[in-house]
């Protein structure tokens, strides 16, 4: 059992960055494909970003590529999501998500989930 917890949020001015991070605890951290989605008020959870065991191979959202950046590391057992040139669409609450699969854009996949934490972006 693998237990998330994202820290990081804020509300932050349009052009602003911020730097999300999920602490994992409970497994084997570097076992695990690692992911970020976030979901805004009435919508759908959305992927974001992905990375895998190691932290060679990650996948970004065409809708923030060249903003976001994902990385990891195993040896503190944390995930982080570099949000750079923040814009008000990326509002909304966002969660770091394990799954034992490769890492993939499918939220089904995940087993292990944290609470979210919340950005919010003005202008």
């Known amino acids: 059992q693998v237990q998330l917890v994202e820290s990081g949020g804020g509300s932050v001015q349009d052009g602003a960055s911020l730097r999300l991070s999920c602490a994992a605890s409970g497994g084997t951290f570097s076992s695990y494909s690692m992911a970020w989605f976030r979901q805004a008020p009435g919508k759908e959870r959305e992927f974001v970003a992905a990375?895998?065991?190691?932290?060679?191979?990650?996948n970004i959202a065409d809708s923030v590529k060249g903003r976001f950046a994902i990385s990891r590391d195993n040896g503190q057992n944390i995930v982080y999501l570099q949000m750079n040139n923040l814009k008000s669409e990326d509002t909304a609450v966002y969660y770091c998500?394990?799954?034992?699969?490769?890492?993939?854009?499918?939220?089904?996949?995940?087993?292990?989930w944290g609470q979210g934490t919340q950005v919010t972006v003005s202008s």
């Open positions: 998500a394990a799954t034992n699969s490769r890492p993939n854009v499918w939220a089904w996949d995940y087993k292990y």
């Open positions: 990375i895998n065991y190691g932290g060679s191979n990650t």
